[in-house]
């Protein structure tokens, strides 16, 4: 009996201690902060057309999952493939989501853009979603590893 309650308390140890860690390694608000302000600067860039400055949000490593396309990998690719965009002329996006532990976070979110394409005489309308890998950076920065995101329901008028 002692042997049972001995096993059974030095478990609950166990996980009372590894819950402890498991708290400790959540994001804080520092780092919920610091994600906001790389989306920040990235939907600025987004808008402008700055695609240098979108590309400074991605991690070096970084890739990229656009619908329809192949991979993108590494910052220098995903600034020419974000250089390929039509004029954008209206962009939004909502984080609906940040959790993470320790280094690596995740985003997910929506997004409402309207851009022109080549040859349209308007803009037209997209929604959709997005998920969003996050790796702190040895400066404290929060960006983006790994990014995909697609329509809700194709492009529209």
């Given at each position: 009996m002692?042997?049972?309650?001995?096993?059974?308390?030095?478990?609950?140890?166990?996980?009372v201690l590894g819950?402890?860690?498991?708290?400790?390694?959540?994001?804080s608000d520092d780092d919920k902060k610091g994600i906001q302000s790389v989306t920040d600067r990235w939907l600025a860039a987004m808008r402008t057309g700055d695609t240098a400055g979108v590309a400074a949000t991605y991690t070096e490593d970084a890739k990229?999952?656009?619908?329809n396309a192949p991979a993108?990998?590494?910052?220098?690719?995903i600034a020419h493939f974000l250089g390929q965009f039509p004029?954008?002329?209206?962009?939004?996006?909502?984080l609906k989501e940040v959790?993470?532990?320790?280094?690596?976070?995740y985003t997910r979110g929506t997004y409402e853009v309207k851009l022109i394409p080549p040859g349209a005489k308007s803009p037209i309308?997209?929604?959709?979603?997005?998920?969003?890998?996050?790796r702190k950076e040895?400066?404290?920065?929060?960006l983006v590893l790994r990014d995909i995101w697609n329509s809700d329901h194709g492009v529209s008028q």
């Open positions: 002692l042997k049972h309650a001995t096993f059974a308390l030095l478990t609950l140890g166990g996980l819950a402890s860690r498991n708290a400790a390694a959540q994001l990229l999952f656009p619908p993108v990998q590494g910052r220098a690719a004029k954008i002329t209206a962009f939004d996006i909502s959790e993470g532990h320790g280094n690596l976070a309308k997209d929604t959709g979603k997005f998920m969003e890998i996050r040895a400066d404290g920065s929060w």
